[in-house]
């Protein structure tokens, strides 16, 4: 027998047989011999096995390899991309093409990019992706798994046999790759990674997956979408969107407890898009925030331990009928941000976890690789391929799904080596610091390329600490974001008015301090998801006093959140008074507004969105000191507040009582004399309040008072907000 076919005893054909060979196509497809060609074909569960329009294969006994000579004519019928014919022992009868016979497809400027961290399309190149080569259709496979000694894909179409798909390595590069014939959109796979060093092999999904089984299952799902946009116009405008001086007022949604089925089910995106721009656009909203959508095995860890970085949850539908969801609020005019998780990930064994058994994405020390409070793994941020994966996904999200922008999680445990931990529990920087480096310079490498693709798009940082320039430019020193959470003014804020009345005279600093240091950053005022789980109760529940005072005491606290300089952040629920603590297991409280009081709570956030959107003194000046100047904030005793907010020439005048006492003959000063009509009352009836005000009118007259040209005797309702505006100005 000529020497060029295989033997049993061949060494390269058991270590395919072992599962150990890294380039299957040193032994299969087409292999020249002189004046004719071997064809060699590994079929481990066949039994008999021909080409069509060719000649029968010849099994090597007992290893699951076929093979056959073949002339140059009969190499020219059955073409480059032969296919074959096999029978199984349980009768059953198969026809594909080879994958085997297929070029590269992962070209070397992919490689050399992606080794470098700068392919901001890698998920173009990793992955799944259904195409056509050749005229064939099918689908090419390709992951990075560095330590792996072999790689194959598995799943229904080769009845997860881990020996029938193995890819061919790509080197140094770390990636392996296959083109597989026949496969098309919805097919489920996953990689089997044995590793080199351990011989363990490991069953994982795709961390550049599409799409996802529903959980509890994990296997990844070959996805090709095929949506239509119908959003030019917005994304046109984005482009030129000047959110500095424009209103934000943000819904922040968990899609899985907004609303759900009569029974229970979750709602598909397409059955949701409708029902809440309809809500989103009756309460003035500009944008929804939605907790994180990438996929995730345990709902109660609402999206923030994500195991599918590129998959959105199946719980509501397939990657288009997201787009759809997204596509949905453009055209109505609804922005929408996603919360986006690159601090860490969970140690799930099926997903990115000790990848290829190596620690891949993770740092192997746990000095530097795991978060100690959430049980999770942190990311290799000094790791090219590692940084390409975060990066490419933030581009990800925006361009394949047109979000228009991010906030991104935990900021603090990424920028910190010591965050959450004792002395000896982490290493310090090269020079000594508690600074992550690496992580500093991902977050201004993601700004600076996001901001540059895509003008107008919005990243947000969940900072809660000190740190200096989180939202000032990459070239001033900072670290680029658009806007960052003001975590000191919500804390101070929700614990000033936990307080009875009757102490808020000593809480006064709290509510003031923020003036302090309130155009440091971009800021956004946020009362989300987390100050209202984890037994903190609903931010009715923080209010004190009896139910009328709570309600009233929240409308005022979402009055203080939406006339203090910054954009606006309300977790859902929080609109209407939620009583209780939200859970992501059922949905909210919606019974609640047909009550008389809570519906009055849900109109006031309405007006007061409709309020802030529509009056430029209220948003033109944010972050800028010169949309805000205090009237008075010194009475401590009284435990009023007073305040202008400017913008376009307009002026408003704010007036907080945060006491149950009606403070009658109150002298107020105001830049002006005139008449001044009220534009809020939170105590009106409407809202479910004592009704107690002005009946719209104030007169002011040219009495200087708090250095004040003019003043005014006022009537300050109980823990209530008036908004006033001098006539003459509309």
């Known amino acids: 027998m000529n020497k060029a076919l295989l033997t049993a005893a061949d060494p390269a054909l058991a270590r395919l047989r072992e599962g150990r060979h890294h380039d299957p196509f040193e032994l299969l497809g087409y292999h020249s011999d002189g004046g004719r060609w071997i064809v060699r074909e590994w079929l481990p569960q066949a039994v008999s096995a021909q080409l069509v329009e060719g000649p029968e ?7 699951g390899l076929f093979q056959a000579f073949l002339t140059a004519a009969e190499k020219e019928r059955v073409g480059d991309h032969y296919q074959i014919e ?55 496979f390709a992951v990075w798994a560095p330590s792996a ?89 984005r482009r030129d969107y000047d959110w500095q001086h424009e209103p934000i007022a943000i819904y922040e949604v968990h899609l899985g407890s907004w609303q ?6 979750f709602l598909n995106y397409r059955e949701l898009a409708p029902k809440l721009v309809e809500y989103v656009r009756w309460m003035g909203y500009t944008h929804i925030n939605l907790l994180p959508l990438s996929e995730h095995p345990l709902d109660e860890s609402w999206g923030y331990q994500t195991s599918g970085y590129y998959a959105p949850t199946r719980r509501f539908g397939y990657p288009d009928d997201f787009r759809y969801f997204v596509d949905h609020c453009h055209q109505n005019g609804i922005g929408v941000f996603l919360d986006w998780v690159p601090a860490h990930f969970p140690r799930d064994t099926f997903a990115l976890a000790r990848f290829d058994g190596s620690a891949l994405y993770e740092h192997a020390d746990p000095r530097r690789g795991e ?19 975060l990066l490419a996904n933030a581009f990800y999200w925006i361009r394949e799904f047109h979000l228009d922008g991010l ?95 009757v102490y808020r005279s000593y809480q006064h600093n709290q509510l003031t301090f923020s003036q302090m240091y309130a155009y440091h950053e971009n800021f956004i005022l946020p009362l989300s998801h987390d100050e209202v789980v984890h037994l903190k109760g609903s931010l009715y529940e923080k209010m004190p006093g009896d139910p009328w005072q709570k309600r009233a005491n929240l409308r005022l606290l979402l009055a203080w959140q939406m006339l203090h300089p910054g954009k606006k952040l309300l977790f859902m629920g929080g609109e209407f008074g939620q009583q209780r603590e939200w859970s992501p297991g059922r949905a ?93 009352n939170s105590d009106a009836e409407i809202y479910g309040g004592s009704n107690i005000g002005h009946g719209g009118l104030i007169d002011a007259g040219e009495s200087p008072w708090m250095g004040r040209p003019a003043s005014a005797l006022v009537t300050l309702p109980p823990l209530a907000v008036l908004v006033l505006e001098r006539e003459e100005d509309n």
């Open 407 to 501: 906030r991104v999680d935990a900021v603090a445990s990424m920028l910190y080596l010591d965050y959450s931990r004792k002395e000896g529990e982490w290493l310090p920087n090269k020079y000594g610091g508690n600074e992550n480096l690496e992580a500093v310079d991902f977050l201004r490498q993601l700004n600076t390329e996001i901001h540059a693709e895509y003008p107008g798009a919005v990243l947000m940082a969940e900072e809660s600490t000190s740190w200096p320039l989180v939202s000032r430019p990459v070239w001033m020193g900072g670290l680029g974001f658009s806007m960052k959470w003001n975590m000191g003014w919500m804390n101070d804020t929700l614990d000033y008015f936990v307080h009875d009345p």
């Open 588 to 680: 909210i409280d919606w019974p609640l507004c047909e009550d008389p009081g809570h519906r009055g709570v849900q109109l006031l956030a309405r007006d007061l969105n409709q309020l802030y959107t529509a009056n430029p003194a209220l948003h033109r000046h944010d972050f800028e000191a010169e949309g805000f100047e205090w009237l008075d904030c010194h009475d401590h005793n009284q435990s009023v507040l007073s305040f202008i907010r400017n913008g376009d020439g307009r002026k408003l005048v704010c007036l907080f009582n945060f006491t149950p006492v009606v403070r009658e003959g109150y002298r107020i000063g105001l830049p002006e004399s005139g008449r001044y009509r009220e534009l809020l």
């Open 149 to 237: 000694e072999r790689v194959s894909v598995v799943g229904d179409f080769n009845g997860w046999n881990s020996l029938r798909h193995p890819l061919r390595s790509r080197g140094g590069s770390g990636v392996w790759e296959l083109f597989v014939p026949g496969l098309y959109n919805g097919d489920c796979y996953k990689y089997e990674i044995r590793n080199q060093h351990s011989g363990e092999c490991l069953l994982k999904t795709d961390p550049y997956a599409r799409s996802m089984e529903m959980r509890p299952n994990t296997a990844s799902i070959v996805y090709r979408g095929d949506y239509q946009w119908q959003d030019e116009e917005w994304l046109a405008q």
């Open 371 to 389: 978060h100690q409070d959430w049980g999770t793994y942190i990311f290799n941020l000094g790791r090219n391929e590692v940084r390409n994966f």
């Open 86 to 140: 096999w029978c199984e022992a349980d009768g059953g009868s198969h026809r594909l093409h080879s994958p085997y016979t297929f070029a590269p497809q992962v070209g070397e400027l992919d490689l050399h990019l992606f080794a470098e961290g700068q392919h901001w399309q890698i998920y173009d190149v990793l992955g799944s992706r259904p195409c056509t080569i050749d005229g064939i259709d099918g689908v090419q």
């Open 260 to 265: 759900r089925g009569d029974d229970g089910r």
């Open 57 to 63: 294969l010849v099994p090597v006994a007992g290893t």
